[in-house]
């Protein structure tokens, strides 16, 4: 069963009005306050910009760097690649006209040719892979875009 209401309370009139008079100047007075720009929050806003295209020419420069010391290991890899499959049909002209007597068993002739050649490409293949990974060209076209952006 629910409980009765209670009664209201009776509260005179001119108490309130006593008490609303009382609290008006503190409101009026935070209302302005409220109502006035915060100057601080824009204090440091100029140097946040600065700092933020500090950061971004930075950045873009050390991607750049990181993008041709890229270049730099991928064409030293393609370049012991290279000399790494010459030096295996090197091995095998000197095997097959059989060049100053030089000879070797088969077994080792396969393990060779097998194992350092997987190796030698396997390295290239990751190393072409971190080159042109996803990520990398993603941020290497937005900063393109930056500054093409930065030129307009």
Avoid: C
Avoid at 15 to 41: M, N, S, Y
């Amino acid at each position: 069963m629910p409980e009765p209401e209670s009664p209201p309370t009776e509260i005179a009139v001119g108490e309130v009005l006593q008490k609303l008079e009382r609290i008006k100047p503190t409101a009026d007075a935070e209302a302005l306050e409220a109502d006035a720009p915060d100057t601080r929050a824009l204090e440091g806003e100029d140097d946040l910009n600065i700092a933020g295209q500090e950061w971004l020419k930075q950045e873009i420069q050390r991607t750049g760097q990181l993008h041709y010391a890229r270049l730099l290991l991928l064409i030293a890899l393609f370049v012991l690649v290279i000399l790494w499959l010459g030096s295996i049909g090197g091995l095998v002209v000197l095997l097959g006209f059989l060049v100053w007597g030089f000879t070797l068993s088969d077994a080792v002739v396969i393990a060779y040719m097998t194992t350092t050649t997987i190796s030698v490409l396997g390295l290239f293949k990751i190393a072409a892979g971190w080159l042109f990974s996803e990520t990398f060209a993603n941020l290497a076209q937005s900063i393109r875009e930056l500054r093409k952006k930065k030129k307009a």
